[in-house]
């Protein structure tokens, strides 16, 4: 890929889909099936905003905690998404099913935990089987000590990070905390040839109203595109 890329996780409204195209994203990410989750939408409302997404050129992605292959099959046939993103603890059994059951064009996302202050990822061992089951794509994502997972806002150590990435075959994106500011600190990490992009949730939105922002996901394309 020429360039890195962007995805904003989290739209709930049409206007944040098209606050991500104005302002250079390529990615969108929906929650369905996210128990409590502050951006979760129903099926229909789903449906709805992947369409918009595609409408506006960018790729939608269904982050999900849900591990029912099937379930997940029908419901990124039904609404034509880019990628699915598993955001929990669903084991390779239900990659490989996935990766059996939908097209090829489909790209399947595997959340690896990485816990701040030591580096520990409780998906370590399976590494190796996520990538026989199919995994196109890894994203390393913050898991923080009282067991948050996904859009905590917590910050990921680079060291960690590079600790990691040994033991990947498969490109990844960075999630965790990133903004504007904290670029520079992960140099090394971007300079990885496995890197492909970033997730951002809480630095793409605007601090008043909580929806994404021009002004926001543009800094952060800026930011992260430029190099040191």
């Keep these: 890929m020429s360039r890195t890329l962007l995805k904003v996780c989290g739209a709930t409204e049409a206007e ?3 606050a991500a195209a104005a302002a250079g994203a390529d990615c969108v990410g929906l929650w369905h099936g996210v128990p409590g989750g502050p951006r979760e939408l ?3 409302a789903f449906a709805a905003l992947a369409a918009a997404t595609r409408s506006a050129g960018l790729l939608p992605v269904l982050v999900t905690f849900l591990a029912d292959a099937g379930e997940l099959t029908e419901l990124a046939r039904r609404a034509g998404v880019g990628w699915i993103q598993l955001h929990a603890y669903q084991p390779p059994a239900v990659v490989r099913a996935l990766r059996s059951a939908l097209p090829e064009e489909v790209g399947i996302v ?3 935990h990485v816990t701040p202050g030591g580096g520990g990822c409780v998906e370590r ?5 996520y990538e026989r089951a199919g995994t ?11 067991g948050r997972i996904g859009s905590t806002g917590r910050t990921l150590d680079p060291a960690d990070v590079l600790a990691l990435l040994p033991r990947l075959t498969r490109p990844f994106l960075l999630a965790g905390g990133l ?13 990885h040839p496995g890197f492909r992009g970033i997730d951002v949730d809480t630095a793409a939105r605007d601090r008043t109203t909580g929806a994404f922002g021009i002004p926001q996901i543009a800094a952060l394309a ?6 040191s």
């Design 16 to 18: 944040d889909i098209g």
């Design 42 to 44: 129903d099926r229909d």
């Design 110 to 112: 595997k959340v690896l």
């Design 125 to 129: 061992p399976l590494i190796g089987a």
């Design 136 to 146: 196109d794509l890894f994203l390393l994502d913050t898991a923080t000590a009282d």
């Design 179 to 191: 903004d504007p500011a904290n670029r520079p600190a992960y140099e090394e990490v971007v300079r």
């Design 222 to 227: 800026r930011a992260w595109r430029t190099p």
